[in-house]
């Protein structure tokens, strides 16, 4: 019908179905090779028919089904004439055949409203994307994943392991399991379907209950690490019940925990403190951190994932308790070091109570390039949208001259103004994929 509501001519919406449906041959939907094969099986069982047919014809006769296969075949019009209207029946039905399979096998994969070939499009578009490889932990590398998602499904998310408080620590503590809270979160934000099943994996138990604070996906994660026995099990196993797209990864299998040294507030004497969660809690500046054992190893999927990058993207995350402990993992930052793909800092676009008080954008790099000895990027993303309510104990992270003077920076509006101290995944995903394309060329979508 047109805007009028009137009814189209039965040859217009003819030539619109044929116009919609011959989307099936696009380039790239790898539809067309299983066509040929189709249409090859199909030749292939006609000559097979045909033998017969034509023994019938030689060998029977007098039998009365020789005229009825004369009507059935034709025979009073010449040979081109039936080779184009059997030929053509053929093809038709064949592609009914297929195209009505194709519907009825993808339906239930595909959202209301939105069109199989389309559906179909987006998905080899995305799986046929750029391999990232994003470096962090909790809820700002989760932000980052949920953009992501939806230019590529080569993506691996190494996450740091270092937690020790709320229901990680807890966990880590009662069950001897690598802390599962910042793995939680990329599963979840990697979901194909955050609509239900990954709120149900986010959901955390209120008060009241003798699992107060504990998270669903935590205490499956942890359940699914004791029927596997493999922590690297577990996270896998849990990502194909939320089905995912890509993989997490954590950075080592080790239990390994966090140390920094601390400045007391009004003086120059700093603290040994224990433990992530320790660390962000102490009053006073972070001056470093390091893993303890110092040694310890990587998982080695993950170095795997870091060396065939197409793009490195480390941040955003807290400096000292997401994004260097992922770092300070040796073999991690070696790989980092020594990957050719194209490496991207995501700065963050506020500061974090307790971790980068009074940091704008060059201090989070400089205390990068200390932890890791050297410059390991090529360019560097920074927020230059300033308004919102960040609260009383948060400020802006901005970038200054002095950044500009020493390293290459992309300046962008990255806010989520409805939590103006977040990127919004969207914007942060659209910038990394178009200043990715600017250095490859366009993706061959």
């Known amino acids: 019908m047109d805007i009028n509501g009137k009814r189209h001519p039965w040859y217009k919406r003819f030539f619109q179905v044929i116009k919609r449906e011959i989307q099936w041959l696009r380039p790239g939907l790898g539809f067309k090779r299983w066509l040929v094969l189709a249409i090859v099986g199909a030749i292939f069982l006609g000559l097979g028919l045909a033998v017969v047919l034509i023994d019938v014809y ?252 197409d793009l490195i993207i480390v941040g955003p995350g807290s400096l000292f308790t997401s994004i260097l402990p992922n770092l300070l993992v040796k073999e991690i930052m070696a790989a980092v070091s020594a990957s050719r793909a194209l490496k991207l800092f995501v700065c963050n676009v506020a500061t974090q109570p307790g971790e980068t008080d009074g940091y704008d954008c060059l201090d989070h790099l400089e205390v990068v390039k200390k932890h890791a000895g050297k410059d390991l990027f090529d360019l560097v993303i920074a927020n230059n949208f300033f308004e919102g309510n960040l609260g009383s104990n948060s400020d802006w992270v901005k970038p200054g001259n002095e950044l500009r003077k020493r390293y290459k920076v992309y300046e962008a509006k990255l806010v989520d103004q409805a939590n103006p101290w977040r990127h919004d995944s969207k914007s942060l995903a659209r910038t990394i994929m178009d200043l990715y394309e600017e250095r490859t060329g366009p993706l061959n979508f």
């Open 58 to 309: 030689r060998n029977v006769p007098d039998s009365w089904v020789v005229p009825i296969l004369a009507v059935l075949s034709l025979r009073f019009l010449d040979r081109p004439i039936r080779f184009v209207l059997f030929g053509g029946i053929g093809l038709i039905v064949i592609l009914l055949g297929i195209w009505g399979a194709n519907r009825s096998l993808l339906r239930p994969f595909v959202p209301p409203g939105k069109p199989v070939v389309e559906a179909l499009q987006n998905y080899r578009r995305k799986e046929r994307g750029p391999k990232i490889v994003v470096l962090g932990g909790g809820h700002g590398l989760a932000s980052l994943l949920r953009g992501i998602k939806e230019y590529s499904h080569n993506i691996t998310a190494i996450v740091t392991v270092t937690d020790n408080g709320g229901s990680s620590g807890e966990l880590r503590k009662n069950f001897g399991v690598l802390p599962p809270g910042d793995i939680r979160n990329c599963l979840a934000a990697l979901s194909s379907d955050e609509a239900l099943l990954s709120q149900v994996f986010q959901y955390r138990f209120t008060s009241g209950s003798s699992l107060e604070g504990h998270s669903l996906g935590n205490l499956l994660i942890t359940a699914m690490s004791e029927i596997t026995g493999s922590f690297e099990e577990a996270v896998a196993e849990s990502g194909r019940v939320l089905a995912i797209v890509g993989q997490v990864l954590p950075s080592t299998l080790s239990d390994v925990q966090l140390l920094g040294d601390v400045e007391e507030p009004g003086s120059k004497r700093t603290v040994l403190v224990l433990g992530e969660h320790e660390i962000t809690d102490f009053p006073g500046a972070i001056k470093r951190v390091w893993l303890n054992p110092a040694d310890t190893p990587a998982f080695p999927p993950a170095i795997r994932a870091i060396l065939d990058a």
